[in-house]
């Protein structure tokens, strides 16, 4: 395996940075400080500003924290990314740690001394964040202190500015519903909860509400701003009003006021000096926005819009089904070329994931990648989370496994889809093996697209199905097998997820999720196989005495039939994927060249045709 170690440039200013911080902390009088992968709205994708925990660590990934102490320090990952947190750090500063097996406040209550003040920003931490972490620390007579400033702020001298990128309208042709509709029936909610106003902190809550998108972060279509919804359906948006011109002022409407990012604060603190009856989402919000809101009557409660976002009406289903056979056509073609380049030699992982991108961007409907592709072959397939660099790419040998996780943006929809497929034939090395678990990943893959389950099911009592043909091996992946998807939005959107551990949230119809599972061989190859699938209304049997939902998958693409043991799957799962293959040459061949469409015939022909 080519392991991406840090240069010795990179760890001599990781190791000046580390050093600063203490002195920093020490001239404030603490211990510690507590660093998450995060800004001031939650994002999942950050602004480069935003990027603090790279800047101090050099690891790179979409998930983590680190734990700043005056004699030792340690970077915190899931199991995404338990191979790149080794590979981008440099271990003798910070030390992994697996985010749900050792999580940060456990770690800070082990080695932190008794007594000691661990700071940490507000504005970069939910409320339930700091509260679950004092719970853990207070025992050992730990206390955390919020601070005004953070100390990374100051220590980054050549910090990129803030994005300011122009509000964009979103159509009605995309999100099928007016703004004013959707902030009459939330805003009417919150009335008759006794609420006054509501606080809006992320910003793809904020984007789907006013039907607005923007560029402020790669891959996510918003604007970073915050909101106040009021139960008059009024709404003050907090952003610099040089990004909203004429047209869009318009689109917003005379109910939207504006007012500059600074007014944002004060606006909280009159709430609370006012005692009014406010609505905030702990698990969302930044602890300093209940700080601010000292006075108000404040009921903790989800964020109000994630859960109409997430029930996608009838055109953004359609949306999504149009620019999945958009995105499907584009997909095959890459996969043609592939099976046709590959094999001769001269592709890397990083031209291949430039070709996949050169053939998305030709659609005219093209707006962005949904996240940065992750083109791995061999031992890089087994990083979860892998991003080529020109220091990590190699070739895409014979008989070598490819994994290709890719998404697009599109104004009516967000993809995002996984296959992993042989170059040439597989390697006789781990031919039957890797055979064996990709065709128990298949079969797992297609007991979820198959399944029937009753109204008022989550994704957890789901997640078995994916795992049990891995399970009877003694295998297992380490992340979920399914998360939420946006309509041009987020690829990764709650509340609802299929996972081993979800938080409740039941599948609803109009809900699109992943179905994802994977097997992965630290150091030899990785697998795995998704689909978008949207959550549908199913006919229920005669007899039936419940509502039956089913799972209608939406992505286009073949599924390798190279690396599928045919003895291991049943006659319905064979039928299953017969089906599938058939839809996709019938939808997909017509929109491709004549050279894909002859290719695309042979890979989606019946398993034993």
């Not at 994002?43 to 924290?65: C, K, Q, V, Y």
């Not at 041009?488 to 994802?516: C, F, W």
């Amino acid at each position: 395996m080519h392991e991406i170690r840090p240069t010795p440039s990179c760890e001599a200013a990781v190791a000046g940075r580390l050093a600063a911080l203490r002195a920093t902390l020490a001239d404030q009088g603490l211990d510690g400080f507590i660093l998450p992968h995060a800004d001031e709205h939650q994002n999942e994708w950050l602004p480069a500003r935003a990027e603090r925990l790279a800047w101090l660590t050099g690891f790179t990934g979409s998930a983590g924290a680190a734990v700043v102490l005056d004699g030792e320090a340690a970077v915190f990952v899931d199991g995404r990314y338990t191979v790149q947190v080794r590979n981008e750090t440099d271990e003798a500063l910070f030390s992994p740690q697996h985010l749900i097996q050792t999580p940060p406040g456990a770690w800070i209550a082990a080695h932190a001394p008794a007594s000691a003040a661990i700071g940490y920003d507000p504005w970069l931490h939910t409320l339930a964040e700091i509260e679950a972490l004092e719970r853990k620390v207070a025992a050992a007579g730990i206390r955390l202190v919020a601070l005004d400033e953070n100390p990374i702020d100051t220590l980054w001298v050549d910090r990129p500015p803030a994005p300011r990128t122009p509000v964009e309208p979103h159509s009605l042709v995309y999100t099928g519903r007016e703004s004013a509709q959707k902030r009459g029936v939330i805003a009417g909610a919150l009335a008759g909860e006794g609420g006054e106003t509501c606080v809006l902190t992320l910003p793809e809550s904020i984007a789907w509400l006013l039907n607005i998108r923007g560029r402020d972060l790669p891959h996510m279509p918003v604007v970073l701003a915050y909101a106040l919804l009021h139960a008059d359906a009024s709404v003050d948006l907090f952003i610099e009003e040089s990004r909203v011109d004429a047209a869009e002022r318009a689109h917003l409407g005379d109910a939207v006021t504006l007012r500059p990012p600074a007014a944002f604060a004060p606006a909280l603190a009159a709430l609370g000096a006012r005692h009014a009856h406010v609505r905030a989402c702990p698990h969302t919000a930044p602890a300093r926005v209940f700080a601010l809101l000292e006075g108000a009557e404040i009921s903790r409660a989800p964020d109000p819009c994630l859960l109409p976002k997430a029930i996608k009406n009838e055109t953004e289903l359609a949306g999504a089904r149009a620019a999945h056979r958009r995105d499907g056509a584009a997909l095959t073609r890459f996969l043609a070329w592939l099976a046709r380049e590959a094999p001769r030699g001269g592709v890397s992982e990083k031209s291949a994931d430039g070709r996949l991108e050169a053939l998305r961007r030709e659609s005219d409907l093209f707006r962005d990648l949904s996240f940065d592709t992750i083109s791995g072959a061999g031992a890089h397939g087994a990083i979860v989370h892998y991003r080529v660099t020109r220091d990590s790419d190699q070739p895409l040998r014979p008989g070598a496994l490819y994994l290709v996780d890719s998404g697009a943006q599109y104004p009516d929809g967000t993809t995002d889809v996984t296959r992993t497929v042989a170059i040439g034939a597989p390697d006789p090395a781990i031919a039957d093996e890797a055979r064996t678990r990709f065709t128990r990943v298949l079969k797992g893959h297609i007991a979820l697209a198959r399944v029937r389950f009753p109204e008022g099911a989550t994704g957890a009592q789901l997640d078995t199905l994916a795992r049990q043909h891995l399970w009877r091996a003694g295998l297992d992946y380490d992340h979920g097998t399914g998360h939420g998807i946006g309509s041009y939005l987020g690829v990764h959107e709650g509340p609802q997820r299929i996972s081993k551990g979800g938080d409740g949230t039941p599948l609803a119809a109009g809900m699109i999720v992943s179905n994802e599972p994977g097997y992965y061989k630290e150091g030899a190859y990785g697998i795995r196989i998704e689909n978008l699938v949207a959550v549908v209304a199913a006919t229920p049997p005669p007899g039936a005495e419940r509502n039956l939902l089913a799972l209608e998958t939406l992505t286009l693409a073949p599924i390798d039939r190279a690396l599928i043991d045919v003895n291991l799957l049943a006659p319905e799962e064979i039928a299953w994927l017969d089906g599938y293959h058939a839809r996709v040459d019938r939808e997909i061949g017509p929109l491709v060249d004549a050279e894909t469409r002859a290719w695309l015939a042979a890979a989606t022909r019946p398993l034993k045709g």
